[in-house]
């Protein structure tokens, strides 16, 4: 197998409410057997989703304001505040609101706000879910995602069209490494900074990627292009934290 270059992590994000928009971070303390800090905590059902607080589980995300269902909600724009729980939310035609997600009163006027700017898209009551420590991930092994940047601009330069790395809504961005090599990674260790990681398995991809990050439109086919380009529906891995310590941008990212 031939040597890898050196890599790095180039971004770090988190994703507070499920959906919504993501929020870089300056470091990450990765815990083992833990998600990636402040990550899906949270999610708007399109109700009722059947999700039960009292025994949470993994349940399909179509059964959330997601992008994959909602690309409107891109315009939707969100930033959290973790040592409030306050959630600032901003959109087109819409007034500014700020809410105290944990506060059962804030929460019904998120609720509201929402269905008011979504409109006709919101097809049955909203209600904010708290996991209180379940992550609501799209697949129950994806505890962190990370992303070969050099694997999107290969398919961007494929496509003549550049396609925005946040459309894949990962929590790590790695430069360095060649593209679409970490699909033959499953089971390997991988090293982000400090923390010790174990890869899964690739993500596959859905139609909340066709959606332009920006603007909320329904603009390219990520998953036919990932089918016809490549043979896979593939971008991006699922891993788990073996052994904790910070990540930050500009750490080293390799598998060992």
């Known amino acids: 197998m031939t040597a890898l270059l050196p890599a790095t992590v180039a971004a770090l994000y988190r994703h507070p409410v499920k959906g919504f928009t993501p929020e870089t971070v300056a470091e990450a303390a990765l815990d083992a057997g833990q998600a990636f800090p402040g990550d899906r905590l949270r999610a708007i059902e399109i109700g009722p989703s059947g ?12 059964r959330f304001t997601v992008l994959a269902r909602l690309p409107e909600l891109a315009r939707v724009r969100t930033q959290w505040d973790a040592a409030t729980d306050t959630l600032a939310l901003s959109a087109p035609g819409a007034p500014d609101l700020s809410v105290r997600l944990s506060d059962p009163a804030d929460a019904r006027r998120l609720e509201a706000w929402l269905t008011d700017v979504l409109g006709e898209a919101a097809t049955a009551p909203l209600r904010l ?3 209180d ?3 609501f991930m799209d697949d129950p092994a994806g505890a962190v995602s990370v992303l070969n940047l050099a694997s999107v601009r290969d398919l961007s330069q494929r496509l003549g069209v550049a396609v925005d790395p946040l459309r894949f809504r990962a929590n790590v961005w790695v430069e360095g490494w060649p593209a679409w090599v970490e699909n033959d990674w499953s089971g390997r260790a991988l090293a982000l900074g400090e923390a010790r990681l174990r890869v899964i398995k690739p993500i596959v991809r859905c139609a909340a990627t066709h959606v332009d990050p920006t603007t909320g439109t329904r603009d390219i086919d990520v998953v036919s292009a990932l089918h016809n380009l490549y043979g896979h529906r593939w971008c991006g891995l699922y891993l788990s934290v073996q052994t904790g310590g910070r990540v930050r941008p500009g750490d080293r990212a390799e598998l060992i």
Do not use: E
């Open 129 to 131: 879910l708290d996991g």
């Open 133 to 135: 420590g379940h992550r």
């Open 51 to 62: 999700f039960d607080p009292d025994a949470p589980a993994h349940i399909s995300k179509m």
